[in-house]
């Protein structure tokens, strides 16, 4: 049973940091596609940030472009997201995926909530 679990979310004041993790469990990734993505009050689930598993390459919103890092730790099977600078904007639950490629993502995580006062 494949399962993401994402972690670290919470109350922040704009200009501060968090780091979200996500822990994936129930198969190989290796081939895999992970990501985060993030839904606001009222608005649809964006794309945020996503990573390849097997070479590390990054792609980002440009919404978060230079704030935010992706990273992933093979050993932990874990993906990370370092936000900096953080924005009232920014304000959402966060969502972890996986998926194939960057059109299918077939696994969620339950989300977590980030909080950014001003």
């Known amino acids: 049973q494949v399962q993401l679990v994402e972690s670290g979310g919470g109350l922040v004041q704009a200009g501060g940091s968090l780091r979200l993790s996500c822990a994936a469990s129930?198969?190989?990734?290796?081939?895999?596609?992970m990501g985060w993505f993030r839904q606001a009050p009222g608005k649809e689930r964006t794309f945020v940030a996503r990573i390849t598993w097997s070479n590390g390459f990054t792609y980002y919103a440009d919404s978060v472009k230079g704030r935010f890092t992706i990273s992933r730790d093979n050993a932990k099977n874990t993906v990370y997201l370092q936000m900096n600078s953080l924005k009232p904007e920014d304000t959402a639950v966060y969502y972890c995926a996986a998926g194939p490629d960057s059109g299918n993502w077939n696994y969620w995580g339950q989300g977590t909530q980030v909080t950014v006062s001003s």
């Open positions: 129930g198969r190989t990734f290796s081939s895999y596609f």
